[in-house]
């Protein structure tokens, strides 16, 4: 992996001659704004550095090498703050203390919680020597590896789902059209080569227009519907299509904090039983506080993953990354708008990173092509 450094009067013609000279496989992981002198102080010139690295080709994708490419992210962050490191001089030491108060600020404008922030100013200060701590893109870079980290995904359940599916989870995320993109994408085959037959069972009932919701989303897809509203409904249900190769099962949305209808909600679900493969929802703009009170009151229901909805709706991520750092489950699927089935991916860490804001590390490219 070999890395380069180009600059030019503008961002768009450094790119553009990095594409050039090293092309698809060139990655930008920074960029900076540089001023020349000219002689006597005449005829400054403003150009834009640009720092980056020239990947290996890219073997082809699987559920494993997904996996690689992550673990090749955190590499790549990690050679880049040990490059920046050998470059320093000794006598930049100074500034120690603003450079923490600037990385406590851009934490807190992109919504971290105070204990989060708090967490990573200590291992900024714990694990990164002085002449590191006065460089502020060494920090950044430090501190991009620590919530690159804290992302954890099940690759190869969203590739292909277990036969028995549902998601659970607080009124308002998203849940039925979720459960619709998740539909489409099998019964079309969208993202892997084979098509899957579908069923979907909905046991929201008692929300108004939810049936027809559902109902609309099968019909525009022929898929068919269920609506249950007992356990033993449910059982008749799932016997009635087993021999399906898919089994959608969406849930109504509950309050976690009503405790009467989350248990009423669990012995209708007992009856899924064990081979069941169930993840929780969660929008991606709800407040952190909330989002830890939804992990822990949901557990009952044995959720192995998590879905983040409405990724489109937010400008800022510190709130998820805040609660997930807390939580051993991983991601499923990420929700990024309401088209079906095409605003559900599956996720990677890039698509949450490059939501940060106020870096000066350069997020678009740090793992993406130019």
Known sequence: ??????????????????????????????????????FLGFGRKELVLVSGYVMDDDPPETAGQDREGYDELLSEIRRMEQRLANQQHPKQTAGREPVLEELQLLLDNNDFSRDFIQSVTEL?????????????QQVELFVLRLISETFRFDTANALHLPRRFGLVGPTGVGKTTTIAKIAARSALGHGSKKKRSVRMVTIDSF?????????????????????????????NCLKEHEQADLILID??????RDEDNLRDMQQILAVCGKETYWSLALAASTKQRDLDYALQRFEPF?????????LDETDVIGNLVSSLHRSPKP???????????????????????QRLKGFSVDLEHLSDGV
Do not use: C, W
């Open 1 to 38: 992996m070999d890395h380069f450094s180009e600059q030019a009067p503008t961002y768009e013609e450094a790119v553009e001659q990095v594409r050039q000279k090293y092309g698809e496989r060139a990655k930008i992981y920074a960029r900076e704004r540089r001023t020349t002198r000219g």
């Open 124 to 136: 900024v200060r714990t694990r990164l020597n002085p002449v590191q701590l006065a460089d502020r």
């Open 302 to 310: 044995s959720y192995r993953s998590l879905v983040i909805t409405k």
């Open 331 to 353: 991601m499923l699927y990420a929700a990024t708008g309401q088209r079906v089935p095409t605003d559900l991916v599956v996720p990677k860490a890039e698509l949450f990173l």
């Open 207 to 235: 929300r108004i227009g939810a049936r027809e919701q559902i109902r609309s989303f099968g019909d525009l897809m022929d898929i068919p519907v269920d609506t249950v509203e007992t356990p033993q409904e449910l059982e």
């Open 251 to 256: 849930t109504i949305g509950k309050s976690p």
